[in-house]
């Protein structure tokens, strides 16, 4: 069994910046590809960005210039810096993580999400 806890969302202004953070623990060997998705009110889930285990980059268009997706292989761990917040960003943060487990089983995995607002 592996869990993902994401923490770091909230209320925030339009122009501000939140981290999200997001640590996998449990019976896992490696970790392979890792990322944040969101789903805004009403809106189907989509990805925000991405990062491979060697640290290979991708983003949504939207998000591009303004977030950073980062990861800690030692600590299982990705995290989403969010920069210059717009109201469109208002939306549930779901972290995901391909994990190949201690049995050799690769299972993806999700955590059950983080909320942020923006708000004047």
């Known amino acids: 069994q592996v869990q993902l806890v994401e923490s770091g969302g909230g209320l925030v202004q339009p122009g501000g910046s939140l981290r999200l953070s997001c640590a996998a623990s449990?019976?896992?060997?490696?970790?392979?590809?890792m990322g944040w998705y969101r789903q805004p009110p009403g809106k189907q889930r989509e990805l925000v960005a991405s990062?491979?285990?060697?640290?290979?980059?991708n983003y949504a268009d939207s998000v591009k210039g303004r977030f950073t997706i980062s990861r800690d292989n030692a600590k299982n761990t990705v995290y989403l810096q969010m920069n210059s917040l717009k109201p469109e960003d208002t939306a549930v943060y779901y972290c995901?993580?391909?994990?190949?487990?201690?049995?050799?089983?690769?299972?993806?995995?999700w955590g059950r999400g983080t909320q942020v607002t923006l708000s004047s």
């Open positions: 449990g019976s896992i060997r490696r970790i392979n590809g």
């Open positions: 990062i491979t285990d060697g640290g290979s980059t």
């Open positions: 995901n993580a391909e994990v190949v487990a201690t049995s050799g089983v690769t299972v993806s995995w």
